[in-house]
Each structure stands twice: as C-alpha cells, then as structure tokens.
C-alpha cells in the first residue's frame, strides 16, 4: 500500500503470472518437480566419503515411493563428516549463500516433525529446544545431534543444471 491505495499493479501482475502458470499446467509443473526431486534426491543419497560412509541424511519419502502425492519438492537433509559427525545446518546455508544457492536450515516451523524424523526422544528435544535462542539462532547442534536440516525447495522455475550445481557444491564442498 501506498497513501492507503492498494498496489494495482501488483494485483495485475499476480493475474499475469497465475496465468502463466495455468498455460504451464499444474500437471506439467508437478511432474516436472518430481523428476527434478527425485534426481536431487538420488544424487544426494549415492554420496559417500571416501571411507564409504554416508555423506548426507535425508529425510522424507523420497526413496520409498514415485508418488507424486506423498513426497513434494522439497528434499531436507544433513550433511555428514567422513567420522559421522553432523555438519550444521547453519553452516551449510551460509557456505551455500556465497555460492548464490538459496537454501534453509532448520525445523522449518514443525519442530515435532523435525525432532521426530532425527528420532530424538521428547525429553530429550525438550531439552535441547530451551537451549535455543531463537529459530535463526546458530545453535545447530547441540550433543552431535542435529536441531534442524538443510531444506532445498524445488519449484517450477527449478532446471537440471540447478540440480547440477547444487549437487557439485555438496561434492566440493563436504565430500571428501
């Protein structure tokens, strides 16, 4: 708003673009992000250390299913060190951001579902919880357990060289 006038050209510029969207396809759009999902989800999952150990952990449906009604685009992981240890989420989106890939870290505003998908007991989140600051704080980590993931949302802007970049930056970054 500006002087209590609603912003018309905003308004005619969502029209515009809910009418690309349906020339698109809502159809075309959601199995477009599913390939796109599943290939980042398959390229994440095939990463390992030199050692063999697992690099990344996800978290999600993406493996047990090619439904397109159980799993979305959006794939939530964390990144592990060669000895287990877990990489912070944190760290991961701010190494990503010099890198002008756009990411999140965190619970993502469900923090029941967080802790319940890392298998953290109730009292023991409870616990860890009190100890944060605020959701944005750096308190990523707190006895080797992860308080968040990395969360990379696909849409239907996403391309495979998207996908691509994305998936060199882990390798080049924290694969090793």
């Known amino acids: 708003?500006?002087?209590?006038?609603?912003?018309?050209?905003?308004?005619?510029?969502?029209?515009?673009?809910?009418?690309?969207?349906?020339?698109?396809?809502?159809?075309?759009i959601e199995d477009h992000v599913h390939k796109l999902s599943q290939k980042l989800y398959q390229n994440l999952h095939q990463m390992k250390h030199s050692n063999d150990a697992p690099a990344i952990?996800?978290?999600?449906?993406?493996?047990?299913?090619?439904?397109l009604?159980?799993?979305?685009?959006?794939v939530s992981f964390n990144i592990k060190k060669s000895n287990g240890d877990y990489i912070g989420y944190s760290q991961v989106v701010k190494d990503a951001t010099?890198?002008?890939?756009?990411?999140?870290?965190?619970?993502h505003c469900n923090p029941g579902a967080c802790f319940s998908s890392m298998k953290i007991p109730e009292d023991i989140a409870m616990?860890?919880?009190?100890?944060?600051?605020t959701c944005g704080d750096n308190n990523d980590i707190i006895d080797?357990?992860?308080l968040g993931?990395?969360?990379a949302s696909l849409g239907w802007a996403?391309?495979?060289?998207?996908?691509?970049?994305?998936?060199?930056?882990?390798?080049?970054?924290?694969v090793f």
């Not at 009604?69 to 959006?74: M, S």
């Not at 756009?102 to 619970?107: A, D």
């Open 98 to 107: 010099k890198q002008n890939i756009h990411l999140r870290g965190g619970c």
């Open 57 to 67: 952990e996800i978290y999600g449906n993406h493996g047990n299913t090619n439904s």
């Open 144 to 146: 080797g357990i992860p």
């Open 1 to 28: 708003f500006e002087d209590d006038e609603p912003n018309y050209e905003m308004c005619y510029a969502a029209l515009i673009g809910l009418k690309s969207l349906m020339s698109i396809g809502l159809d075309n």
């Open 69 to 74: 009604e159980l799993q979305g685009g959006i």
């Open 127 to 133: 616990d860890y919880f009190n100890k944060k600051t």
């Open 158 to 174: 996403t391309v495979e060289d998207d996908i691509n970049i994305f998936t060199k930056f882990i390798l080049d970054n924290y």
């Open 149 to 151: 993931a990395v969360r």
